[in-house]
């Protein structure tokens, strides 16, 4: 059964850091690409950063750009995905969801998604 299980999330004033896990298991994910995806209250869920299945590649939305790092370490029956979020603004406050998909195929809609962890920014 494949599992990705946020962590990390919370409330932080503006300026402020904080930093996403995901583990993902019941499969090997070196074949998936993986990325974060976020859900604002009454907004759709966007794209945030994304990464290759080796970690070669690293993608992010112009939002967060300069300001997210995301990063992965695979295992050989788990991987740990990582988003460190920095000079966080109240406009990042969202849901962050975990998200896996097949390598060479689209990064959206993923093939598999986490339940996600609540950030919020205080200004």
């Known amino acids: 059964q494949v599992q990705l299980v946020e962590s990390g999330g919370g409330l932080v004033q503006a300026g402020g850091s904080l930093r996403l896990s995901c583990a993902a298991s019941?499969?090997?994910?070196?074949?998936?690409?993986m990325g974060w995806f976020r859900q604002a209250p009454g907004k759709e869920r966007e794209f945030v950063a994304r990464?290759?299945?080796?970690?070669?590649?690293?993608?992010?939305a112009d939002s967060v750009k300069g300001r997210f790092t995301i990063s992965r370490a695979n295992t050989k029956n788990t991987l740990n995905l990582n988003l460190q979020m920095n000079s966080l603004k109240p406009e990042d406050t969202a849901v962050y969801y975990c998200?896996?998909?097949?390598?060479?195929?689209?990064?959206?809609?993923?093939?598999?998604w986490g339940q996600g962890t609540q950030v919020t920014v205080s200004s």
């Open positions: 019941g499969r090997t994910f070196n074949t998936y690409g």
């Open positions: 990464i290759s299945r080796i970690g070669s590649s690293t993608y992010y």
């Open positions: 998200a896996a998909y097949k390598q060479g195929g689209s990064y959206y809609p993923p093939d598999y």
